[in-house]
Every structure is written in structure tokens, then in C-alpha cells.
């Protein structure tokens, strides 16, 4: 019967898969432009075994953006099927496949059979994933990743296994290798859990989690060294600082998102200063909006961008990359400054909500053209998840399941208070996503779900 199920759930997104590799190919080349760096860097390591984008190069050109977790797995998929987007479209779809059975196993620890099928169904039927699995982009590959960390942390807690606890450690740095904005995760992780439960406070459990930290750390070692020897910094990424996430954040909010969507479409656009200016005036009419913030926000994305757009030697360009995420830092700053309390008014209102519940599972070409009735509807969906799972977190407390329940809830917090202060987008959050379908599953198939609500309150 469980093995009957699991082909019907793996049946399921491969399924769902297939559509979406349909649906969005249309936008493979002409949407979605982070694709175009992970597809150079992932031919170039194919060919070359070397991560640079220009192995043909008679010095080294260091990547100053990306780490190499993503590309070395694109890599692997060209280099045995071929430089397309098909491949790896196909890979995707069984990780996503994957990711379905990770759930599966994490629900059945923490919360037994029938929350594990509830998991896993809504995991196979949740479009965000294979939305991105058709695209060459970390989501997929980040999430099966940080999942299977937290497949075996969760073990490890259970069971006490020190192999456990160090394996769980690598499987997180390894995480970070794909999508940087997990480096801190292992290392709160193992000092909140013995802080928060009482069981993990023994002296074997914080050693335990105390070699996690450290081979956590140890694992990011050769990373931190290349960039120390190509660059000359100790640092996750030079060119992939906070700069200008925080810019793009300061920003975030002021205007409507097609607004500012089309205002950045403009300062991409190659016409003069003079041109620019009156197109921003025309738009700012018609949005009946003042032009003043509009003017600045199109000239500094003009400005920093110029930065690393102008050099054309690729290592002057890299060194190029670093120097404008300073300016972004800069300019963010300013912007912060000046207007304190709407920045934490619109980082903590906006940009959670964007970052949690505005998965909008459209081709990108389409998003504009879709009626807000649709999207708001879609919206309301993800709201109603979180509730669920909200309500999955009290139950877990109520059958005093305080390990589980705080492993489930803190990378939940982590990327949020990672990420609100920035740029927020909701594929930023996707890689937990799958706890959100956890803790909602045990809410939804627990008898006592209105009983825990109504205690809750």
C-alpha cells in the first residue's frame, strides 16, 4: 500500500512537471535572465572542470556572483545530455519528484502515516516548484537540498545519532553552496535548538550540535579560500553582498508592482537622460503619482548599473561587480535613512507578504496580462496555507513535540528575518516552503484541529 502510494505521488509531479516544461518554454529565451549566468557557468564548468565563465581565458576569471552549487548540477546535466534547457528541465522534474518523498518522510517522523499522504499529495500538487523546475534557476535544486538536511537534522534529533547531527551539518553548508543566503542557518540552528528545548540542552546533545556547527563550517572552507586566493577577500560571495538586495528594498513598496515594474523596464530601455526624464514625467502622470522619487530611482538603476556595464575585460568587469554592490550598499543607505519608519513599515507589512504569499504561478510573459480577480484568488490560497500551517505548529506544541516543532518553525523565522530587510520575492522563501506543506498537512489531517485552535485562543 505505501509503496503504491508513493509511485502514485511521484506519478503525480512528474505529471505536473511535464506541464509546467510545456507551459513555460516559451519563456526559455526570452524571460527570466538569471537563467543566462547559471547556463554559462554551468557549460563552462562542462567543458572545462574549471568554475569561471571564461575558461578560454589565458588568466583566471573568478565568479564574483554565484556560488557553485547550481552550476556544478547544471554541469553535470550538460555534460551527459547536452547544453539545453530541456535537460535540465527533465532533471528537475525528477528532483521535484524527490523533494515530494523527502515530505513524505518528514511528516511520517514528526507526525505519522496520514500526515506524511497529506504532505506529500500537496507537495506533488503545489505549483510553485515545478513552475521553477522548468526554468534553469537554483529553486529546485536548493530546496531538495536544504530538504534533505532537514530530513536527516530531523532524524538526528529523534534517534541522537552524532552521524546524524554531522552529516546534517554538510548536507546545510551544502545548501548554502547553492543559494548563499543559508550560511547562518546551520550555525542558528545549533545554538537556538539547545536554547529553546529543554531536551536538546543535555551535555551529549550540545556537543552533538556543536559538531554539526563545526563541520557545517568546515565544509565552506574551500569556498571561502577561493575567494580569499582569487579576490583577496574572505567572503561568501564579493559581488553577491546585501548591497543591492537592500537597494532594491529600499525602493520596494512605494509604488504598485506593475508601476515599478515598468518604471525599471524604462531605465533598461537605451535612450538618452533627456528621453528617460520625460518618459518617467508621462508615466508618473498617468499613475497620478509625483515624479521626484521615480526620476531618482531610474537614474540610480542607470548609474550603479553603468558601473559593471561599461568594462569589457571580463576581470576588470568581476572587480567592476564588487564596486557596485558597495554603491548599492551606499545609496540604500541613504535611502534608509531618510526615511526610517516607512522603510520598517514597508519591509515588515509588504515584504513579508510578498516574500510568503504572492507565488504567482503565471508565465512570466503572461503577468501582466492576467486579471487581479486571479491573482488575488491565487494569492488567498497561499494566505490560507499559512494559517494552516500556523495551526500545525500549535498542534505540535500541544502533543509537546517541542524539537520537531521548533526545527519546522526556525528556518521558517531565518528567512525571514534574512530576507524582509532586502529585495523580497517569493521564490526566495520556496526552499522551505515544503515545511509550510508539512506543518499545514499535520494541521489538516489532525482530529483535533478545531480543538487546538479553540485552546489556542
Not at 547556463?39 to 563552462?44: D, I, S, V, Y
Not at 554538510?170 to 545548501?175: G, K, M, P, Q, Y
Request: charged content about 15%; some cysteine; aromatic content about 10%.
Amino acid at each position: 500500500m505505501q509503496r503504491r502510494f508513493l509511485t502514485t505521488v511521484v506519478l503525480i509531479a512528474l505529471t505536473h512537471a511535464a506541464f509546467f516544461i510545456a507551459y513555460q518554454r516559451p519563456d526559455w529565451d526570452v524571460a527570466w535572465s538569471d537563467q543566462g549566468g547559471y547556463q554559462q557557468l554551468g557549460a563552462a564548468m562542462a567543458r572545462s572542470g574549471e568554475f569561471t565563465r571564461f575558461p578560454e581565458s589565458p588568466i583566471f576569471i573568478p565568479e564574483v556572483i554565484r556560488t557553485p552549487g547550481y552550476p556544478a548540477f547544471v554541469a553535470v546535466v550538460y555534460r551527459l545530455f547536452g547544453e539545453h534547457t530541456l535537460p535540465v528541465a527533465l532533471a528537475q522534474a525528477i528532483v521535484f519528484a524527490l523533494i515530494c518523498l523527502i515530505v513524505y518522510a518528514i511528516a511520517g517522523r514528526i507526525a505519522g502515516e496520514r500526515a506524511a499522504r497529506v504532505a506529500a499529495i500537496m507537495a506533488a500538487l503545489f505549483p510553485p516548484l515545478p513552475y521553477y523546475g522548468a526554468l534553469v534557476l537554483t529553486e529546485v535544486w536548493t530546496t531538495f537540498v536544504l530538504m534533505a538536511a532537514m530530513l536527516v537534522c530531523i532524524r538526528a534529533v529523534q534517534d541522537g545519532r552524532t552521524r546524524d547531527f554531522v552529516i546534517a551539518g554538510a548536507l546545510f553548508s551544502c545548501t548554502t553552496l547553492v543559494r548563499p543566503a543559508f550560511i547562518l542557518l546551520p550555525f542558528g540552528l545549533a545554538a537556538a535548538m539547545p536554547l529553546l528545548v529543554s531536551a536538546q540542552r543535555n551535555r551529549r546533545r550540545i556537543g552533538q550540535w556543536a559538531a554539526f556547527a563545526a563541520v557545517a563550517a568546515l565544509v565552506m572552507v574551500p569556498w571561502f579560500t577561493y575567494n580569499y586566493v582569487y579576490v583577496g577577500r574572505f567572503t561568501l560571495s564579493p559581488a553577491g553582498g546585501i548591497g543591492r538586495g537592500l537597494w532594491e528594498g529600499s525602493w520596494q513598496g512605494r509604488w504598485p508592482g506593475r508601476l515599478h515594474d515598468e518604471l525599471t523596464q524604462t531605465a533598461a530601455q537605451g535612450i538618452s537622460s533627456d528621453e528617460l526624464d520625460a518618459r518617467v514625467r508621462t508615466i508618473a502622470s498617468n499613475a497620478g503619482r509625483a515624479p521626484a522619487a521615480m526620476l531618482t530611482y531610474v537614474h540610480e538603476w542607470r548609474d550603479i548599473r553603468r558601473i559593471w556595464d561599461e568594462p569589457t575585460d571580463p576581470m576588470e568587469r568581476a572587480r567592476a561587480r564588487v564596486i557596485a554592490d558597495q554603491e548599492y550598499f551606499r545609496a540604500a543607505m541613504a535611502h534608509i535613512r531618510a526615511d526610517v519608519a516607512g522603510w520598517v513599515m514597508r519591509r515588515v507589512t509588504y515584504g513579508t507578504f510578498i516574500l510568503w504569499a504572492s507565488d504567482i504561478p503565471i508565465r512570466y510573459t503572461d503577468i501582466n496580462a492576467t486579471p487581479t480577480i486571479v491573482i488575488r484568488l491565487i494569492w488567498l490560497l497561499q494566505v490560507v496555507v499559512l494559517a494552516a500551517a500556523v495551526t500545525g505548529i500549535l498542534i505540535l506544541v500541544k502533543r509537546r513535540h517541542y524539537s520537531e516543532a521548533a526545527l519546522l518553525t526556525l528556518p521558517l523565522l531565518y528567512v525571514t528575518g534574512v530576507h524582509v530587510p532586502l529585495l523580497c520575492e517569493t521564490r526566495q522563501s520556496l526552499p522551505v516552503k515544503p515545511l509550510i506543506l508539512v506543518l499545514a498537512a499535520i494541521a489538516i489531517s489532525s482530529r483535533n484541529t478545531a480543538a487546538t485552535l479553540v485552546q489556542s485562543r
